[in-house]
């Protein structure tokens, strides 16, 4: 696996260390799918930090990624976004609607915890 998927807690971290091709995204995809599964996990955290280019596919696919999580029950946030690469996302009409992120993992982690704090109500987990 090009990104390692690390269980912290009640959270999973994967820190994408490197551009992936379409191929790897999707094994990606579906590794963590499989891990959210495997560790009744309530969170996930994507770290894009390292990369400096983000991709129309890319972008699509963490988008789907974060609502696939929520479908399962778990939050996911996306920490890291580069300024060229929001840059670059605004100006191509990429965008990462009704997914939550932040400026780097502590953020992240941060809000995961206050989110998990969070009563739910409704069959949508309160979202």
Do not use: C
């Amino acid at each position: 696996m090009l990104a390692p998927i690390l269980k912290q807690g009640p959270f999973l971290i994967v820190t994408i260390q490197s551009a992936l091709r379409d191929s790897d995204l999707i094994q990606l995809r579906d590794a963590l799918m499989a891990s959210l599964g495997k560790h009744r996990s309530r969170g996930v955290i994507v770290d894009v930090t390292a990369l400096d280019v983000m991709d129309s596919f890319a972008s699509r696919t963490l988008r789907d990624t974060a609502h696939m999580t929520r479908l399962r029950g778990a939050e996911t946030v996306i920490v890291g976004i580069q300024p060229e690469v929001a840059f670059a996302m605004v100006q191509l009409g990429l965008t990462m609607a009704a997914v939550t992120t932040a400026l780097d993992l502590e953020e992240g982690l941060a809000y995961l915890q206050r989110s998990s704090r969070k009563p739910t109500t409704g069959g949508d987990g309160g979202r």
